[in-house]
C-alpha cells in the first residue's frame, strides 16, 4: 500500500509542470492578443479622429470654394454684361463712322465754321471770364468798402449815443439851472416888486400936488406939458424941477435895492396922432426918442446910474386913449417910468 500511493503520488508529479505551462503559455498569448488588440483600436480611432479633422477642412475649403464660385459666377454674369454693352457701343460707333465717312465731304466745311464758331465762343467766354473778374474784383472792393462804412456807422453811433447821453445830462443840468434861475429871477422880481412899490409910493408923496402926474399900472405917467414945450425936447423949469424930484428918489431907491437885482428904470416916450414934421423932428418917431433921452440925460446928470436907465420913442403908437379930442390927445402925449428888472 504505501508503495502504491507513492507510485501515485509520482505520476500526479509528472503530469501537473505540464499543464500549467500550457495554460501559462495560453495566457500570455491571449495577453499579447489583447494588447494588440487594444493597440491596433487605438490607432483606429486615432486615424478616425485625424479623418474627422480632415473632413472638416475639407467641408470648410468647400464651403470657401463654392463662396468664391458664386463670386466668380458674378463676376462673370458683370462681365458678360459689360461685353454686351461694349458690342451694343462698337455698333453704335461702327454706324456713326459710317455715316461720318458719307459725309466726309460736306464735314469739312462744317467743322470749319464750327470751328469759327467755336473760336468766337472760346473768345466770347474770355471776355465773359475778363467782365466777370472786374465784377468780382469791383464787388469784393464793394463789400470792403461797406465793411468800412458800417465800422463807421458803428463808431457814429457810438459817438451819437455818448453825445445823446451828455446832451440828456445837459439838459438835466440845464432844467436845474433854469429852475434855479425862475426861482432866483421869482424872488428877485418880488423884490423889486416890493421896491417898486416904495419908489412909487415916495414918488406919490413927493408929486401929490400935481394933478397931471399919475399913476397907470405898474407906470408913472407925466404929461408931456408938464416937461416940454409943445414940439419941443428941451425940459421947461417945472420939468426940471420935478425930474429933481425923481432923480432923488432914484438915487435913494438905488442905495437900498441890493446889488443882485438887475433893475432899471425904463422912460418911454410918446405923443399923439397928430403928425409933426420940422427941421430936427421928422417925425414921431424922432420927437418921442429926443423926449425920452432928453429925461435920461438929465437923471444922469442928477446922479442916476446910466446902467440902470433906459430909453425909448413910440411915437403915436400905443395910446392910452383911442379918442381924437383934445383931452385925449392931451393924454396920449406923456412920458412913462417903468421900474422894471433887466
Same mark, same amino acid.
Given at each position: 500500500?504505501?508503495?502504491?500511493?507513492?507510485?501515485?503520488?509520482?505520476?500526479?508529479?509528472?503530469?501537473?509542470?505540464?499543464?500549467?505551462?500550457?495554460?501559462?503559455?495560453?495566457?500570455?498569448?491571449?495577453?499579447?492578443?489583447? %494588447?494588440? *488588440?487594444? #493597440?491596433?483600436?487605438?490607432?483606429?480611432?486615432?486615424?478616425? /479622429? !485625424?479623418?474627422? @479633422? +480632415? =473632413?472638416?477642412?475639407?467641408?470648410?475649403?468647400?464651403?470657401?470654394?463654392?463662396?468664391?464660385?458664386?463670386?466668380?459666377?458674378?463676376?462673370?454674369?458683370?462681365?458678360?454684361?459689360?461685353?454686351?454693352?461694349?458690342?451694343?457701343?462698337?455698333?453704335?460707333?461702327?454706324?456713326?463712322?459710317?455715316?461720318? %465717312?458719307? *459725309?466726309? #465731304?460736306?464735314?469739312?466745311?462744317?467743322?470749319?465754321?464750327? /470751328? !469759327?464758331?467755336? @473760336? +468766337? =465762343?472760346?473768345?466770347?467766354?474770355?471776355?465773359?471770364?475778363?467782365?466777370?473778374?472786374?465784377?468780382?474784383?469791383?464787388?469784393?472792393?464793394?463789400?470792403?468798402?461797406?465793411?468800412?462804412?458800417?465800422?463807421?456807422?458803428?463808431?457814429?453811433?457810438?459817438?451819437?449815443?455818448?453825445?445823446?447821453?451828455?446832451?440828456?445830462?445837459?439838459?438835466?443840468?440845464?432844467?436845474?439851472?433854469?429852475?434855479?434861475?425862475?426861482?432866483?429871477? +421869482?424872488?428877485?422880481?418880488?423884490?423889486?416888486?416890493?421896491?417898486?412899490?416904495?419908489?412909487?409910493?415916495?414918488?406919490?408923496?413927493?408929486?401929490?400936488?400935481?394933478?397931471?402926474?399919475?399913476?397907470?399900472?405898474?407906470?408913472?405917467?407925466?404929461?408931456?406939458?408938464?416937461?416940454?414945450?409943445?414940439?419941443?425936447?428941451?425940459?421947461?423949469?417945472?420939468?426940471?424941477?420935478?425930474?429933481?424930484?425923481?432923480?432923488?428918489?432914484?438915487?435913494?431907491?438905488?442905495?437900498?435895492?441890493?446889488?443882485?437885482?438887475?433893475?432899471?428904470?425904463?422912460?418911454?416916450?410918446?405923443?399923439?396922432?397928430?403928425?409933426?414934421?420940422?427941421?430936427?423932428?421928422?417925425?414921431?418917431?424922432?420927437?418921442?426918442?429926443?423926449?425920452?433921452?432928453?429925461?435920461?440925460?438929465?437923471?444922469?446928470?442928477?446922479?442916476?446910474?446910466?446902467?440902470?436907465?433906459?430909453?425909448?420913442?413910440?411915437?403915436?403908437?400905443?395910446?392910452?386913449?383911442?379918442?381924437?379930442?383934445?383931452?385925449?390927445?392931451?393924454?396920449?402925449?406923456?412920458?412913462?417910468?417903468?421900474?422894471?428888472?433887466?
Amino acid at each position: 500500500m504505501p508503495r502504491g500511493r507513492s507510485r501515485r503520488g509520482g505520476d500526479y508529479g509528472e503530469f501537473w509542470p505540464g499543464y500549467v505551462d500550457a495554460l501559462s503559455t495560453l495566457l500570455l498569448v491571449v495577453t499579447f492578443l489583447m %494588447s494588440i *488588440f487594444m #493597440l491596433a483600436q487605438y490607432f483606429a480611432s486615432q486615424e478616425a /479622429s !485625424g479623418k474627422n @479633422s +480632415a =473632413l472638416q477642412r475639407l467641408n470648410r475649403q468647400i464651403a470657401e470654394l463654392t463662396s468664391l464660385l458664386s463670386l466668380e459666377k458674378s463676376k462673370a454674369k458683370s462681365a458678360d454684361d459689360e461685353l454686351a454693352a461694349l458690342q451694343a457701343t462698337l455698333a453704335a460707333l461702327r454706324q456713326d463712322n459710317q455715316r461720318l %465717312s458719307g *459725309f466726309a #465731304l460736306s464735314g469739312n466745311e462744317q467743322a470749319k465754321t464750327q /470751328s !469759327g464758331r467755336i @473760336s +468766337a =465762343l472760346e473768345d466770347s467766354l474770355d471776355t465773359q471770364k475778363k467782365v466777370s473778374d472786374d465784377a468780382l474784383a469791383k464787388v469784393d472792393l464793394l463789400n470792403q468798402q461797406l465793411l468800412a462804412l458800417r465800422r463807421q456807422i458803428a463808431a457814429l453811433n457810438e459817438a451819437l449815443e455818448t453825445s445823446e447821453k451828455k446832451d440828456q445830462a445837459s439838459q438835466d443840468r440845464i432844467k436845474d439851472l433854469g429852475a434855479r434861475l425862475n426861482a432866483a429871477l +421869482a424872488r428877485q422880481v418880488q423884490e423889486l416888486q416890493r421896491y417898486r412899490s416904495d419908489f412909487f409910493g415916495r414918488l406919490r408923496e413927493l408929486l401929490k400936488e400935481r394933478k397931471d402926474i399919475r399913476v397907470v399900472g405898474d407906470r408913472f405917467v407925466f404929461e408931456s406939458e408938464v416937461l416940454f414945450p409943445s414940439g419941443q425936447a428941451t425940459m421947461t423949469p417945472e420939468g426940471i424941477g420935478a425930474m429933481d424930484q425923481l432923480a432923488q428918489a432914484i438915487v435913494e431907491l438905488g442905495q437900498q435895492i441890493p446889488p443882485e437885482i438887475d433893475w432899471v428904470l425904463q422912460v418911454d416916450g410918446h405923443t399923439d396922432i397928430r403928425p409933426i414934421n420940422s427941421p430936427q423932428f421928422p417925425s414921431n418917431w424922432e420927437l418921442s426918442t429926443a423926449r425920452a433921452a432928453s429925461v435920461v440925460k438929465y437923471l444922469i446928470s442928477r446922479g442916476v446910474p446910466a446902467r440902470h436907465l433906459v430909453a425909448a420913442g413910440y411915437g403915436e403908437f400905443a395910446p392910452l386913449e383911442s379918442g381924437t379930442d383934445e383931452a385925449s390927445l392931451r393924454k396920449n402925449r406923456r412920458i412913462e417910468l417903468k421900474l422894471t428888472n433887466r
